[in-house]
């Protein structure tokens, strides 16, 4: 008996996220699509934070004052291009910080494939 129940529990968590998943490939309205849209940009943005953090552990003092000054400067861009405010209302298009955050974890990315194959390049942080 315990174990159909625990059986009958994973299908329906199993058929929920399922579920969730199809709904974002057709969204019934703006705000079922924000929401997967908000999903896509949570997870562009962790592992843009794990790659910025297993990046910095590579780097000498220099390359990480670097790569702070760097993302500093990246996340003013992406804020610029990405958002804008109107009076107390602020407006962030989604599309945007996520194609941004996934182009920077990319780069970060990539610096440390450098870091571990040829050394860490602080000139192309």
């Known amino acids: 008996m ?3 129940t625990l ?18 490939d057709t969204p019934n309205n703006d705000f079922d699509g924000l929401y997967c849209l908000n999903k896509v940009y ?13 990046l910095k552990g590579k780097l000498d003092s220099e390359g990480k004052e670097l790569l702070k000054t760097g993302q500093l ?5 992406r804020n610029t291009d990405c958002s804008r405010r109107d009076g107390a209302e602020f407006f ?17 990315q990539d610096r440390i494939r450098e870091c571990v194959s040829a050394g860490c390049q602080n000139s192309k942080l």
């Open 73 to 77: 400067d990246w996340i003013e861009t």
């Open 2 to 4: 315990r174990k159909t």
């Open 92 to 108: 962030v298009n989604l599309n945007c910080a996520t194609n941004t955050t996934i182009e920077r974890s990319n780069f970060l």
């Open 42 to 54: 949570q997870e562009a943005d962790k592992e843009l934070n794990d790659n910025y953090k297993k």
């Open 7 to 24: 059986t009958v529990i994973a299908l329906l968590c199993a058929s929920n996220v399922a579920l969730a998943n199809s709904a974002c």
